[in-house]
């Protein structure tokens, strides 16, 4: 099925650790994005990237880093997690200039 | 502080009963998207609304966008367990690509 795949589902780091949450589109969006989700606080934007080559900060950028490496794909990388980082990260894609339309599954990282 | 407030925050009813979302802001927004997410899924986009005083429909679910294009509803109407969810909103104020979320109503529908 089309969509958006993101990897892993699940993560535990521990502080200082770090990682790169991967995500993968075939819907051939122009535009890319990184959310996290925390209890009682809706989804946050971390980073977006409208066309390839190309990326923004968002809301909650500190601590994170992207890359947007072709057209279908888009990272975020936690060079030295804090448990204040522990959360539902989710990555979305849509077309250029719209709002993300489809979300990934989410992955669940925690941070002890 | 929420640029998007979501009420009510939970909302636990019967089957077949009606009932209403609403999101609101002080901001004016160009369009407003809702969202549905389901536990360990993540949100499914269900409508975006962009004008004043919009209504759509999707078989038993109404959105209206505000005339002033600051807030919106969402109204259900004969609930099923199947509408259960998080339902959240979101928009982008003005002519801002960051899209921003409100914290989310927890709608549940007991069979």
Known sequence: ??????????????????MTLQCAQDMNHNSMYWYRQDPGMGLRLIYYSASEGTTDKGEVP??????????????????????????????????????PQHFGDGTRLSIL | TQLLEQSPQ????????????????SSVFSSLQWYRQEPG?????????????????????TFQFGDARKDSSLHITAAQPGDTGLY????????????????????????
């Open chain 1, 1 to 18: 099925n089309a969509g958006v795949t993101q990897t892993p589902k699940f993560q535990v780091l521990k502080t200082g650790q770090s």
């Open chain 1, 62 to 99: 500190n601590g994170y880093n992207v890359s947007r490496l072709n057209k279908r794909e888009f990272s975020l990388r936690l060079e030295s997690a804090a448990p204040s980082q522990t959360s539902v990260y989710f990555c979305a894609s849509g077309r250029q200039g719209d709002q």
């Open chain 2, 10 to 25: 939970f909302l636990s009813i019967q089957e077949g009963e009606n009932l209403t979302v609403y999101c609101n802001s």
């Open chain 2, 41 to 61: 899924e993540g949100p499914v986009l269900l409508v975006t609304v962009v004008t004043g005083g919009e209504v759509k429909k999707l078989k038993r679910l």
């Open chain 2, 88 to 111: 959240l909103c979101a928009g982008a104020p003005g002519d801002d690509y960051k899209l921003s979320f409100g914290a989310g109503t927890t709608v549940t529908v007991r069979a």
